[in-house]
């Protein structure tokens, strides 16, 4: 009789109830919070290093290895943080409570970033650049982000709208790095330019960063919570990194995180290709719509798409596709026309990968816990989150020492070929390649065909050792 009441505890423990479908309602509601999230990370990834360059007179080779020394420290922190999640408790639930109470401290401190005082020397403005941005890049980003991530896997374990979710939280996100790389210098402009410009640009968005992200983590709800298998087992770091990164899964997922954020070299490049290479900067608000528009309209249908043909085979379609686009701009990089054609194809190749991220980093999450019986929702977006950091460490850094190996010269009427050839390896030979990468990693992802039998088994409370070994041999 004991032996029987301990295994009914591990299924209790194990089981996690069917989730209802998710309405409109709350999709849209997670998905705003990725919308204030990238008034803090787009407007700073895209706009740190002009502001910095021209504006306060930090050399961009220092800005770019500040910007990779806070990001690879983030990428350390991202690791904790999803240890901190799985051990929440609290009456917001896990992660809801760390996405709203870090909202209104991650918008204060884009403002103080882009508020660099003018009193301070160069060493003084090197210090300040620095502190100000390991405390965005590598705590209260870490903290919102990781667990506004991990809220993919906490709202649901339905599939549909684990992709739907994704699609609506990249819809927000593209929405606003559309109006931030478009219409962020017309802001500066109309508000008088030079410091007084980005102080004011900087004070809005700050608030459009904060007050999405407290509404998504205040209204939101968490359903679908992993229960350890057995009572008092500890969710400890050390484990949840062995589990992780012994299985080949998660590994191929953190590898997608990291070459995704990787190819987004273009992102901060895009200033200075419109500027020196198109000698007009507002024309960086043309690149950004090409690049980013088809997107927003791409992922209205990429939940479609995924039901239909499955994960695995519209994303590489899409890859395939950006491929082509590639190879459109490389022959077309200096013909405004054909380069926005190439954009826009690229964009629409793009949709499907990008809707489906979060998902991917869902499902594995659940394939890990099934294999091992250890919770790691939070942690399992925690890891991938350390790969987008450092991805996002190094695109950032290698756009600042790119300029300045190839001899840019800050607000110059003209740059040297050097200059020019760093922008277009930045803007479209580097991301190839990261594209090429990601065609192979998503090549080695195999699990997609189990998936039900898998979340099956979960619901029953067959993980760990009491799983089905044939299954995912």
Request: charged residues 15%.
């Amino acid at each position: 009789m004991g032996r029987l009441e301990t295994a009914q505890q591990e299924v209790n423990n194990t089981r996690t109830i069917p989730n209802q479908k998710l309405h409109m309602s709350e999709k849209l509601t997670f998905g705003l919070g990725d919308f204030g999230a990238n008034y803090s990370w787009t407007f700073i990834a895209s706009f740190i290093t002009i502001y910095m360059t021209d504006t306060v007179g930090i050399a961009a080779g220092i800005i770019g290895t500040i910007i990779l020394i806070a990001r690879i420290s983030d990428g350390f922190t991202d690791l904790f943080m999803g240890t901190v999640i799985d051990n929440t408790n609290s009456k917001m639930g896990k992660a809801r409570p760390w996405v709203f109470w870090t909202a209104p401290i991650l918008g204060f401190l884009t403002f103080a970033l882009f508020n660099v005082p003018s009193s301070l020397g160069q060493t003084g403005k090197i210090i300040y650049i620095f502190l100000v941005y390991f405390l965005i890049s590598s705590i209260f980003y870490t903290a919102n982000n990781v667990a506004y991530s991990s809220l993919t896997s906490f709202m649901t374990n339905v599939k549909k709208d684990r992709v739907s979710l994704g699609s609506i939280r990249f819809i927000f996100a593209n929405v606003a790095v559309l109006s931030i790389t478009t219409f962020t210098t017309y802001i500066v402009d109309a508000f008088g330019g030079g410091q007084k410009g980005w102080t004011a640009t900087s004070a809005i968005y700050a608030l459009l960063c904060a007050v999405p992200l407290m509404i998504t983590g205040w209204y939101v709800k968490e359903r679908n919570i992993a229960k350890k298998k057995y009572e008092g087992q500890k969710t400890s770091f050390g484990p949840i990194l062995k589990v992780l990164f012994t299985d080949k899964y998660f590994i191929l997922a953190l590898v997608l995180y990291l070459l995704w954020y990787l190819r987004q070299t273009e992102n901060g490049i895009r200033v200075y290709y419109a500027t020196y290479i198109f000698g007009n900067e507002d024309v960086m608000g043309l690149l950004s719509m090409a690049a980013l528009l088809p997107m927003v309209i791409g992922l209205f249908l990429a939940p479609k798409l995924a039901a239909k043909f499955g994960v695995k085979k519209s994303v590489n379609t899409g890859l395939a596709i950006s491929i082509v686009a590639y190879a459109i701009m490389t022959i077309f990089s200096e013909n405004l026309t054909l380069l926005i054609i190439g954009l826009v194809v690229n964009a629409i190749g793009l949709v499907p990968l990008q809707a489906a991220l979060s998902a991917i980093v869902a499902d594995v999450g659940d394939l890990v816990y099934w294999k091992t019986g250890v919770p790691v929702q939070g942690s399992v977006f925690s890891l991938t989150s350390a790969g987008m950091k450092i991805g996002q460490g190094i695109t950032s850094a290698l756009v600042g020492w790119s300029l300045q190996f190839g001899g840019y010269m800050a607000s110059a009427s003209s740059q040297s070929g050097g200059a020019i050839f760093a922008m277009k390896t930045m803007l479209i030979y580097f991301p190839l390649a990261m594209v090429i990468l990601m065609l192979i990693t998503m090549a080695l992802l195999k699990y997609e065909k189990y998936l039900p039998q898998i979340k099956d088994e979960i619901q029953l409370g067959r993980i760990g050792d009491d799983r089905s070994k044939s299954l995912l041999k």
